[in-house]
């Protein structure tokens, strides 16, 4: 009886420390998802939420939990938002090749981005029109987005298209946030 008990305890050992071991996210579990295509030779590619306060504060936020997989389309990606950014503002989330190892967008690194705006507000209503600060190398000075109207929380709005009662939207989760250099 005492053997087939250690047995059975020697057993339960590694299946309780399975049950313990961390399984990675997959990228569509994160509140923002998609691919980033055109970074082939990145050595290290990361994200981060950059854009700017309102009123013009800048951001850069590389330390979101973030989880990548390669495709044959490209590189999945996966990015968890800030459920309370620092400031209420407009920002982006940008790929970025982290050659210098310092886990933030450094100005100089190679970067890619897209169209789409994600507007943070603490409370729906009027947004006025905001233009993006000269920190951001891509469009400092640039009217980043019109006078539009917003739900409370995060919205997504894409420059490409027209300004519209669907454009921008509420945004609990963004799929299809799709990136190319």
Known sequence: MKRSLSGLALLALPLALAACARTATPVADYDLSGTLAGAQGWSA??????????????????????????????????????TLPDVAGVYQIVAYNDTDGSG???????????????????????????????????????????????????NLYDRSQPLSAANPHAAAKVTGYDISR
Do not use: C, H
């Open 45 to 82: 590619p990361r994200f981060a939420l950059v854009g700017t306060g309102i009123p013009n504060i800048f951001t850069n936020k590389g330390n979101l939990s973030q989880s990548t997989e390669v495709t044959a389309a490209g590189l999945n990606f996966g990015v968890d938002l800030p």
């Open 104 to 154: 933030t967008y450094t100005i100089g690194e190679p970067f890619a981005r897209n169209r789409q705006w994600l507007v943070f507000s603490p409370a729906g209503g009027d947004l006025p029109a905001v233009n993006l600060p000269e920190q951001l190398p891509w469009a400092g000075g640039e009217e980043a987005l019109p006078a539009m109207k917003v739900a409370r929380g995060w």
